[in-house]
């Protein structure tokens, strides 16, 4: 059975930084996407940044425009865990984060964003940024 677990999330203050990540259990996802998406309260749920595996042990990325240049997402295939590194946080990047992963390997990257490209999802984690 698949599981994955978020970690890392809290209270901070806007501005700075913050460090989750998402430990997958049950199989291996190294060469499958990964992504962490966000709800805010009263918000759908949107997509923040995504990984896909492209050979060669490496990964391509995309995020989110509100989130680009901020928000750094990385691999560990060793770990089977995606990270996503947050800096120069704002009040609306207050959300509960999931991870997400996909048993599609071959997403392209124009459906690495869609929530229903994933089939497996986190319970989430909490920030919530204060002044």
């Not at 190294?30 to 805010?40: E, G, L, V």
């Not at 691999?75 to 984060?97: E, W």
């Amino acid at each position: 059975q698949v599981h994955l677990v978020e970690s890392g999330g809290g209270l901070v203050q806007a501005g700075g930084s913050l460090r989750l990540s998402c430990s997958a259990s049950g199989r291996s996802f190294s060469n499958y996407p990964m992504a962490w998406f966000r709800q805010a309260p009263g918000k759908e749920r949107e997509f923040v940044s995504g990984s896909r595996w492209i050979g060669g042990g490496a990964y391509q990325s995309a995020h989110a425009d509100s989130v680009r240049g901020r928000f750094t997402i990385s691999r560990d295939s060793a770990k089977n865990t995606v990270t996503l590194q947050m800096n120069a946080l704002k009040h609306a990047d207050t959300a509960v984060y999931c991870c997400a992963a996909s048993s599609t390997r071959g997403l392209i990257m124009g459906t690495l964003t869609l929530a229903r490209s994933y089939d497996y999802w986190g319970q989430g984690t909490q920030i919530t940024l204060y002044s």
